[in-house]
């Protein structure tokens, strides 16, 4: 699975940001999949994601009713929904897939995207 992220970009605190994330692979309605973050000088954290087979969704605590994330198998994306942004999510935003459950931890992803900066002004 290749995963290719994109819809980064600058905005003002308080907007919002769609991320999107294209996967190849026929059977990426399989896979569990998800967004994790790394700001500048920080560690890579979890940021939302949906299991496989249940779809599940979960988020972090700093992100939980404020960003929503989805996936459309028909188009092979994954989607992360992304409101009032606050400076704190600055990040580079990592899209990632599992061909197993998939969750909260980086090491349950076997496939991870490029990345897309997110960079929220004051």
């Known amino acids: 699975v290749q995963l290719q992220a994109s819809g980064g970009g600058l905005v003002q605190a308080g907007g919002s940001l769609r991320l999107s994330c294209a996967a190849s692979?026929?059977?990426?309605?399989?896979?569990?999949v998800g967004w994790f973050r790394q700001a500048p000088g920080k560690e890579r954290e979890f940021v939302a994601a949906?299991?496989?087979?249940?779809?599940?969704?979960y988020y972090a605590d700093s992100v939980k009713g404020r960003f929503t994330i989805s996936r459309d198998n028909a188009k092979n994306t994954v989607y992360l929904q992304m409101n009032s942004l606050k400076p704190e999510d600055t990040a580079i935003y990592y899209c990632?897939?599992?061909?197993?459950?998939?969750?909260?931890?980086?090491?349950?992803?076997?496939?991870w995207g490029q990345g897309t900066q997110v960079t929220v002004s004051s």
């Open positions: 990632v897939a599992s061909q197993y459950r998939g969750g909260s931890n980086a090491a349950e992803y076997e496939y």
């Open positions: 692979g026929r059977t990426f309605s399989r896979y569990g």
């Open positions: 949906i299991t496989w087979p249940i779809g599940s969704t």
